[in-house]
């Protein structure tokens, strides 16, 4: 890593994203002797609150904060710096890590810490579910129940997904679904609803072809039927949908309401059971370090 003009550099780090061994304050600190910039690592503890976080901004008034963790520990952060213009980077450190990889980030830490220090950033828009800032993917139905499965499993990573998607699938029934998106009334019978910010779930599975963080609208991907085939396809072969199982709209905005209470999780966080649904887009919320030369 070349020296470059000096920054000011905020980590927050999450010790408890993905069971992962790395000591990241040493790695971190280890990785910056000899170069000028000024760091602050702070990190989260049960005791933490968004307010002693925003007061360490606040004080250390940071140029960008790196977020040291996976995807709830990203949303955490984010929600702090939507429209302040701070640049936002992920060192992964989760089980999942679907925004990283959204982004392109390096899974490699020292990769990771060059990108989080010479990336451009790129401004995307985020989607407000509720009162949930949504960074990456929200769903009701079939995957929200499998979250609240995999939580039990022993295994993780994909296979662990494979497991409790095996057993959600001959247990949950399909929803009746009223969506509210461009205007028009949809009335579905579905496995799963997905508000799609991004393209990949963190396991892997392409949810949403069409997906693309810089534009002005996000995608509602209404699965009828779930099936072994329309797995594998998500999972593997990343090949066309059929459309008689699989329905995909885009907008900015859209409201669900469900007949009975359904399985609800935001950016992989489990968030128990809802009836009804608001989204919508914040355009140009927040500016992500990727990786590239800065112009």
Same mark, same amino acid.
């Given at each position: 890593?070349?020296?470059r003009a000096a920054l000011k550099m905020l980590f927050i780090i999450n010790p408890g994203s993905g069971n992962n061994p790395t000591d990241w304050p040493t790695l971190i600190t280890d990785h910056f002797k000899g170069h000028s910039h000024i760091l602050k690592i702070y990190q989260l503890d049960d005791k933490c609150t968004t307010d002693m976080i925003k007061a360490t901004m606040e004080q250390f008034k940071p140029d960008r904060i790196i977020a040291v963790g996976g995807d709830g520990t990203v949303k955490l952060v984010a929600a702090m710096l939507v429209n302040t213009g701070i640049p936002l980077g992920i060192l992964p450190a989760g089980s999942a890590n679907g925004m990283a990889k959204e982004l392109g980030i390096p899974t490699e830490a020292v990769a990771a810490l060059?990108? #989080?220090v010479g990336g451009s950033t790129v401004c995307i828009h985020l989607v407000k579910i509720n009162d949930e800032l949504c960074i990456h993917l929200a769903d009701i139905g079939?995957? #929200?129940?499998?979250?609240k499965k995999f939580e039990t499993e022993a295994s993780r990573g994909m296979w662990g997904y494979i497991k409790a998607a095996w057993k959600v699938l001959w247990e949950q029934p399909r929803m009746q679904v009223d969506i509210k998106v461009n205007g028009k009334l949809i009335k579905r019978s579905a496995a799963m609803v997905v508000i799609a910010n991004a393209t990949k779930y963190g396991s892997g599975a392409l949810i949403n072809p069409d997906g693309n963080l810089q534009d002005d609208v996000f995608e509602?991907?209404?699965?009828k039927k779930i099936s072994l085939a329309e797995l594998y396809k998500m999972m593997v072969t990343h090949l066309s949908y059929n459309p008689a199982k699989t329905e995909v709209y885009q907008t900015s905005s859209l409201t669900i309401a469900s007949r009975v209470k359904a399985h609800f999780q935001v950016d992989g966080e489990y968030l128990g059971k809802v009836t009804h649904l608001d989204a919508r887009i914040l355009p140009a919320a927040i500016n992500m370090i990727v990786p590239g030369e800065t112009a």
């Open positions: 890593m070349q020296n060059d990108t #989080a079939f995957n #929200a129940f499998v979250i509602v991907i209404v699965v």
